[in-house]
């Protein structure tokens, strides 16, 4: 407590969290995917990017543990926006403590899905999609133009990016304190649109077929096609469904789910039964 | 081929920043062959080489992005060694080599990403012992990994060339080879099951169908879904305040008529 004089606590002795460690977090925060697995996928990076300025929060070594744990936790989004979301975690945390940790908990949760959904059809696809394709075909024809114009808009997009832990941070706290229980309906239509874009992802990402044939004779028959008219995307369906039910209704860890998915995987593509 | 001691040592770190920054620091050129193609032509002498085979290996890759952490060929590794054959034995040459090996970074990713599971488990594990500088210090692996698993073929590649290529790739069991690329494939599906798991997928099984039905059946591509997506939301949390209001209003009066009594 003897920290009090600085500025950085209120009258409670709470720390106050300052553009300085934000800024910090958003450098820590580049890491991002470095760290990616398939048990917490970004999990290990968003506790290493929030670990210094939770250390300043919690003094006490239980309690920053356990806000650490929270934070290692399963986590997935579009690392361009995460830092965002972060901001507002931080911005919770800040002033309510462990009390917080539910509420942090179900934000990064309810927030993630929508956030990979507009963020990689926005970031990931559609820019390298469009600048991708212009500065390609001009490149072919020896002129760089159309990659340094690609370079200029991904430094905005950065520039813009090692501010999202302010942003976030600044709006979390107005979240808090303006708008209160207005919080839980965003989350439920962040769920809404979320699930709507899992849907898609699921037919549209994940893209196993069957080379299958049946032999009569002079005739093939292939399955893929058979099952396309049923319905399409319904091998993805059936593994994701699975999956689903292996980890909700079985308990099975995501380890082990893993590690099945890749015997299995060899199984079937030893047989040729799936590619 | 012929590459200095110097060019070899260039191309290999650049393949290495390539994936660092791929992962995240600080992802600025993501793994965009068109960039690594013009700065493998720069280290090479060959910027002409380097557009022209960056620009290439680009179009190829229009469209395919790891979403939600799945691995895709790495298309990336596949413009450095295609550009650093192509300046000195010509492009179809260089595509002929650089292909592959990028085909194989999808195999090279999926382990990459399963190590990474016992590194993050450590860190937690020293973080609940409260040794928390070894808990930030051991999550550097991460980048490290992925910056080897594309400069160590980038390497490979450029100092045995195209005989050494071809005999890893013919050496290692189809089985193998196969199994990997299939499981990379099959793993999204695991992220997704994770996700539904954290979401409120039973309560909201019929967003999830809406979401398929736009995909699956009317082709619509996911910024589509993402705009109608954004439509229902809007919707649902009109309703959900409104409902809210309603609620509030209604502890209000019951709260005033027990003041009352």
């Known amino acids: 407590m003897n920290k009090m004089s600085d500025n950085n606590y209120d009258s409670q002795g709470r720390y106050i969290v300052t553009k300085k460690d934000l800024r910090k977090a958003n450098y820590r925060w580049l890491m991002s995917v470095c760290t990616f697995n398939y048990q917490t996928q970004q999990g290990g990076s968003v506790a290493y990017a929030l670990s210094p300025i939770l250390r300043k929060i919690y003094k006490n070594d239980d309690d920053y543990t356990k806000a650490l744990n929270n934070h290692f936790q399963y986590y997935n989004t579009q690392p361009w926006l995460a830092g965002i979301i972060l901001g507002a975690c931080v911005a919770m945390e800040e002033k309510q403590g462990l009390a917080a940790k539910d509420a942090v908990q179900d934000f990064k949760v309810g927030t993630m899905g929508p956030l990979a959904g507009i963020g990689d059809s926005l970031l990931m696809t559609m820019i390298p999609t469009i600048m991708g394709s212009i500065a390609a075909y001009m490149a072919l024809k020896g002129n760089m133009f159309g990659i340094l114009l690609w370079m200029a808009l991904i430094f905005v997009i950065f520039f813009l990016r090692m501010r999202a832990f302010e942003f976030g941070h600044k709006q979390g706290v107005k979240i808090i304190t303006e708008y209160g229980d207005k919080i839980n309906y965003l989350t439920e239509a962040a769920s809404v649109l979320g699930l709507t874009v899992v849907g898609a992802l699921i037919a549209s990402v994940i893209t196993v077929t069957t080379p299958v044939k049946f032999k009569f004779g002079a005739v093939a028959m292939k399955i893929q096609p058979m099952l396309d008219k049923i319905l399409p995307a319904m091998i993805p369906v059936a593994i994701t469904w699975f999956s689903y039910y292996l980890l909700t209704k079985k308990k099975i860890s995501m380890t082990w789910l893993i590690l099945l998915i890749i015997v299995f995987a060899m199984f079937m593509s030893a047989f040729g039964i799936l590619a | ?261």
């Open chain 2, 1 to 261: 081929m012929h590459l200095t001691v110097i060019q070899i040592i260039m191309l290999t770190l650049l393949a290495f920043i390539k994936h660092v920054d791929y992962y995240g620091i600080p992802m600025l050129f993501v793994n965009y062959p068109v960039f690594w193609g013009l700065f493998t032509g720069i280290i090479m002498g060959d910027i002409k080489t380097g557009l022209v085979v960056g620009g290439t290996v680009q179009l190829m890759s229009l469209g395919v992005a790891g979403f939600g952490g799945s691995s895709v060929p790495d298309y990336g590794t596949t413009a450095i060694i295609a550009t650093a054959f192509g300046a000195a034995v010509g492009k179809q040459a260089g595509l002929a080599i650089g292909l592959p090996v990028g085909m194989l970074g999808v195999q090279l990713d999926v382990i990459v990403k399963i190590l990474n599971g016992f590194v993050v488990k450590k860190s937690q594990e020293y973080n609940n012992n409260h040794q928390y500088k070894k808990m930030n210090a051991i999550l550097w692996l991460g980048p490290l990994f992925f910056g080897l698993s594309a400069a160590i073929p980038v390497f490979i590649s450029v100092t045995l060339g195209q005989a050494a290529v071809n005999f890893i790739l013919k050496s290692l069991p189809s089985w193998f080879m196969g199994g990997l690329t299939l499981a990379g494939k099959l793993l999204p599906a695991v992220g997704i099951a994770m996700l539904l798991k954290y979401m409120p997928a039973a309560k909201y099984i019929n967003y999830l169908l809406i979401g398929f039905f736009f995909a699956a059946f009317l082709k619509v591509p996911i910024i589509g879904v993402a705009i109608f997506g954004f439509a229902l939301a809007f919707a649902v949390y009109k309703q959900a305040e409104k409902e809210g209001e309603w609620k509030k209003s209604l502890q209000n009066t019951q709260s005033f008529v027990g003041e009352d009594e």
